[in-house]
């Protein structure tokens, strides 16, 4: 019986979560969205996304014998760990951008919203996941 690892991987992510920080960033993140304006220091926004990584590691990782459908949680791990650091990416340009070049801004914008989009969407898979799991527990605690 193989061990799901889907844990490992959204733990090794952590560290990635502070690359901005490594290179000495401590600017705003900045999303628009039509006539929404969202800012946050990056420090905030990456304490926020290891916190959801740590805990969505310790929830495979109490599930780490269970057989849960392999495609769902490569599918869940590889695009959770994807979009953060994509975030984490966007962050990076974003503060090396100069405030004259309204387009990149208004771009990269864009880019962090689909990122957050595919983040919510693949959490929304990751409870379907559970749920499936507890299902086949059940199916198997009934037979």
Not at 28 to 36: A, M, R, S, T, Y
Not at 83 to 97: H, P, R, W, Y
């Amino acid at each position: 019986m193989k061990q799901n690892w889907s844990y490992r991987i959204l733990w090794w992510t952590i560290p990635l979560t502070f690359l901005p920080l490594i290179y000495g960033i401590e600017s705003e993140f900045d999303l628009q969205l039509h006539d929404i304006y969202i800012a946050s220091k990056w420090l905030h926004l990456a304490f926020l996304l290891t916190l959801i990584l740590g805990l969505l590691g310790g929830v495979y990782w109490l599930l780490r014998k269970r057989q849960l459908n392999r495609v769902l949680s490569g599918f869940h791990t590889v695009f959770t760990s994807l979009s953060i650091l994509g975030l984490s990416v966007v962050a990076l340009l974003q503060n090396g951008s100069s405030l004259v070049d309204f387009d990149l801004l208004q771009q990269l914008s864009k880019v962090s919203i689909i990122l957050l989009l595919v983040l919510f969407v693949v959490q929304v898979v990751f409870l379907f996941l559970i749920v499936l799991e507890l299902l086949k527990r059940s199916n198997a605690l009934v037979k």
